[in-house]
């Protein structure tokens, strides 16, 4: 599974997030949804989509295509 569950604070209706990250790391996504933050790093070439339905996220969908 790609998605890495984040902690997360809530506190006076501000969510802190905490991410250990250094400068020049791969690109990341963080997406938040439901009480819940997942990360994901990002592919070097390809497509990553956020799925959503009713105000939700269902899914994380990747997409780093074919070599011919």
């Given at each position: 599974?790609?998605?890495?569950?984040?902690?997360?604070?809530?506190?006076?209706?501000?969510?802190?997030?905490?991410?250990?990250?250094?400068?020049?790391?791969?690109?990341?996504?963080?997406?938040?949804?439901?009480?819940?933050?997942?990360?994901?790093?990002l592919?070097?070439?390809?497509?990553?989509?956020?799925?959503?339905?009713?105000?939700?996220?269902?899914?994380?969908?990747?997409?780093?295509?074919?070599?011919?």
């Amino acid at each position: 599974m790609r998605l890495h569950q984040l902690p997360i604070e809530i506190e006076n209706g501000k969510i802190n997030i905490e991410l250990d990250i250094k400068e020049g790391d791969t690109p990341i996504c963080v997406v938040y949804c439901g009480g819940k933050a997942k990360m994901t790093t990002l592919p070097d070439h390809g497509e990553t989509k956020v799925i959503t339905h009713q105000g939700k996220v269902k899914r994380v969908k990747y997409d780093e295509g074919e070599e011919f």
